[in-house]
T-cell receptor, first 114, second 115 residues
């Protein structure tokens, strides 16, 4: 069965620290990859997506993610976090045989302290 | 752009009643809408996929007679939880997309509490 794994459930870091959230998926075919963010009390918002081309994808708010096909990974990074980055982050995968359905990881709660 | 409105945001009702949740794409036509359920500290679990004008496709383990989905237009899908019981209490989230390879845009979710 296909699965999406996010390595950390909870991350606490200080402002200006660098952030990296891991995401691995199990699917051997072509995938589209997404990172969504959910700020407290708000709906899920798309941070960035990868469909094809350059495996290093830049998203909003200074986030980027790198697709490494050989490692089945799509890790999210930000060089210097801010307090406003406190949120829950979800990795999601859409496979070519899933008719556009997204499979989500369990999410990572990120808390940035001032 | 790409705003999805979900209503109501919070519902509290007695066991045995039916509850309808609406999902609207406000500024685009959504050929497909999705309904998710999220349990505390868990990920979103897809319940069903709804294409405009056709019957919804339910995920394994989701009772179609319990969770009625209607997608009557390109901007509106509804989820009706029939004869709701306390175990149906959860956070229900809809999303909508224009076409297959477009990202899904999410509503704010509905917190359903059955007493």
């Amino acid at each position: 069965a296909q699965s999406v794994s996010q390595h950390n459930h909870h991350v606490i870091l200080s402002e200006a620290a660098s952030l990296e959230l891991g995401c691995n998926y199990s699917y051997g075919g072509t995938v589209n990859l997404f990172w969504y963010v959910q700020y407290p009390g708000q709906h899920l918002q798309l941070l960035l997506k990868y469909f094809s081309g350059d495996p290093l994808v830049k998203g909003i708010k200074g986030f980027e993610a790198e697709f490494i096909k050989s490692k089945f990974s799509f890790n999210l990074r930000k060089p210097s976090v801010q307090w406003s980055d406190t949120a829950e982050y979800f990795c999601a995968v859409m496979t070519t045989d899933s008719w556009g359905k997204l499979q989500f990881g369990a999410g990572t709660q990120v808390v940035v302290t001032p | 752009g790409a705003v999805v409105s979900q209503h109501p945001s919070r519902v509290i009702c007695k066991s045995g009643t039916s509850v309808k949740i609406e999902c609207r794409s406000l500024d685009f036509q959504a050929t497909t809408m999705f309904w998710y359920r999220q349990f505390p500290k868990q990920s979103l679990m897809l319940m069903a996929t709804s294409n405009e004008g056709s019957k919804a496709t339910y995920e394994q383990g989701v009772e179609k007679d319990k969770f009625l989905i209607n997608h009557a237009s390109l901007t509106l899908s509804t989820l009706t939880v029939t004869s709701a019981h306390p175990e149906d209490s959860s956070f229900y989230i809809c999303s909508a997309r224009k076409t297959v390879n477009q990202p899904q845009h999410f509503g704010d979710g509905t917190r359903l509490s059955i007493l």
